[in-house]
C-alpha cells in the first residue's frame, strides 16, 4: 500500500520561505555591485539588483559595429534597406515595436557572431529568420511560418525547411541568448520612471534634488492602458505626456538604428540620448537632473551619443513631429490600450539618407579649400630660385 503524500503545514511553509529569503538576501549582497540606481524602491525585487541585471546584458549582447568587414558581399545600406523591409512586414502583422527591436538585436548580433561569411542573397533569410523567433518570443499569436516563408522572393514550400534549419543554426551562434534589454524596454522604463514623478520632474513642483524616485513601481506598466480601466488613477495630462514621449522617442530611435554606427553605443544611452531631445523640445526646466535620476548617466557620459544624434533628430522633428505624424494609430482587430505598442511604418530610408546628408555637410563645412593664387598675384622667382632649377636641370 503506497503511503499517502506528505503535505506542508502553513508554518513548516513560511519557514521555508523564510530560510530562501534570508538566504537569497546574503547571496544577493555579495553579487550585487551597483550602488547608485534610478529605481525607487520596488515591492517586488531590489532596485540595486534589478538595475544591476538590465546594465550587465548589454556587456552579454554586446555587438561588433564593424561586422561587414567579415561579410564582404553585405553593405550598410543593404542592412538598412532589410530593417525598412522588417518594419513593413511588422507593420502588415500588426507586430509590437518589441518585436523588431529583438529582431534586429538577433539580426546584429548574429552577424557580429558568426564565423561564416554571409552573402548578400542570404540576407532575406537571415532578416526573417531573426523576426519569427523575435515574434515567437514575444507575441502571443505569432504570425506561422508559412507566412514569413511566404515573403522571400523565391517562394516555395523549401523555405520552410530552410527557415527551420537556419533558425536552430541562428540560436546556436546567439548561444541561445536572446532575451537582451533592447532600447525600447529602455525607452519605455525611462518614460514610466518621469510619469511615475510627473509633478517633480514636468512640473516642477517642489523640486529637490534629494527627493527620491517615487515608492513603488511595476515594470513594465502601462499608463495608457491602465487609464482605459482606472481613469482616477492617472491624470489626462500624464497619459498625454507618456503617449506623445514615447511615440517620438521610438521614431527617432527607430531611425538611429538604420545606422550601423549605433552599433557602438549601448541601447541605454541611445535611449538616453533620445530622451534628452524629445524632453529638452518640451521646454523641460532643469533636462540635466531629470535625465541623470531617470536613466542613471550623468550627461557628460552622453554627450557622445547626443552629438552623433542630432542630424536624426533634426530629420524627425522636421519631417515627422512638426507635421504630426509620430500619433497613435487605431486598429480594429487591437485593443485600444495597446495600439501605441504596434510597430508604425515610416518612410525611414528618405529620413536615413537626409540625417547622414546632414552629417556629411557638417562635417565638410568647416573645411578649408586651398586654392593657387591668381597669375597676376604669383610669387616672383627669386635669383636663388633659378639658381636651384638650373641646379636640378644640370
Request: hydrophobic residues 35%.
Amino acid at each position: 500500500m503506497p503511503e499517502p503524500k506528505k503535505t506542508l503545514t502553513e508554518s513548516q511553509l513560511l519557514s521555508d520561505l523564510n530560510l530562501f529569503y534570508k538566504n537569497y538576501d546574503q547571496l544577493k549582497s555579495k553579487t550585487s555591485c551597483v550602488k547608485t540606481t534610478p529605481f525607487p524602491n520596488l515591492t517586488w525585487t531590489d532596485k540595486f539588483e534589478f538595475f544591476e541585471c538590465m546594465r550587465s546584458s548589454e556587456i552579454k549582447y554586446r555587438k561588433n559595429a564593424n561586422y561587414l568587414h567579415k561579410h564582404k558581399s553585405i553593405e550598410p545600406q543593404m542592412r538598412a534597406i532589410l530593417i525598412d523591409w522588417l518594419i513593413e512586414i511588422s507593420y502588415a502583422y500588426r507586430l509590437h515595436r518589441e518585436t523588431l527591436h529583438l529582431s534586429i538585436e538577433y539580426l546584429d548580433r548574429f552577424m557580429s557572431l558568426s564565423q561564416v561569411e554571409m552573402r548578400v542573397d542570404r540576407l532575406q533569410l537571415i532578416g526573417l529568420t531573426s523576426l519569427y523567433l523575435a515574434a515567437k518570443n514575444e507575441e502571443i499569436y505569432p504570425p506561422k511560418l508559412s507566412e514569413f516563408a511566404s515573403h522571400m522572393e523565391t517562394y516555395s514550400s523549401d523555405n520552410e525547411e530552410l527557415m527551420k534549419k537556419f533558425e536552430i543554426a541562428m540560436l546556436k551562434t546567439l548561444q541561445w541568448n536572446i532575451s537582451p534589454v533592447t532600447a525600447n524596454t529602455w525607452i519605455q522604463t525611462y518614460i514610466q520612471l518621469i510619469c511615475a514623478n510627473f509633478k517633480l520632474f514636468v512640473l516642477g513642483n517642489d523640486a529637490n534634488e534629494s527627493t527620491n524616485c517615487g515608492t513603488e513601481l511595476v515594470i513594465p506598466v502601462t499608463f495608457y492602458k491602465n487609464s482605459d480601466k482606472n481613469c482616477s488613477t492617472f491624470h489626462s495630462e500624464v497619459q498625454n505626456f507618456y503617449i506623445d514621449t514615447f511615440m517620438k522617442s521610438t521614431s527617432l530611435i527607430d531611425l538611429c538604428l538604420f545606422d550601423m554606427e549605433a552599433i557602438e553605443f549601448d541601447y541605454s544611452v541611445v535611449s538616453a540620448s533620445a530622451l534628452y531631445y524629445v524632453l529638452k523640445a518640451r521646454g523641460l526646466n532643469k533636462i540635466n537632473f531629470v535625465i541623470e535620476k531617470t536613466t542613471g548617466y550623468k550627461i557628460e557620459e552622453l554627450n557622445e551619443c547626443i552629438k552623433w544624434m542630432l542630424a536624426y533628430y533634426e530629420v524627425c522633428k522636421e519631417l515627422l513631429f512638426d507635421q504630426n505624424l509620430c500619433q497613435v494609430k487605431k486598429f480594429n482587430s487591437i485593443e485600444p490600450s495597446d495600439w501605441h505598442n504596434v510597430q508604425l511604418y515610416q518612410p525611414y530610408l528618405d529620413l536615413l539618407k537626409e540625417a547622414q546628408s546632414r552629417k556629411f555637410k557638417a562635417r565638410y563645412q568647416y573645411t578649408v579649400t586651398l586654392t593657387p593664387p591668381e597669375s597676376l598675384k604669383q610669387f616672383p622667382i627669386t635669383d636663388s630660385t633659378n639658381t636651384s632649377l638650373s641646379s636640378v636641370n644640370e
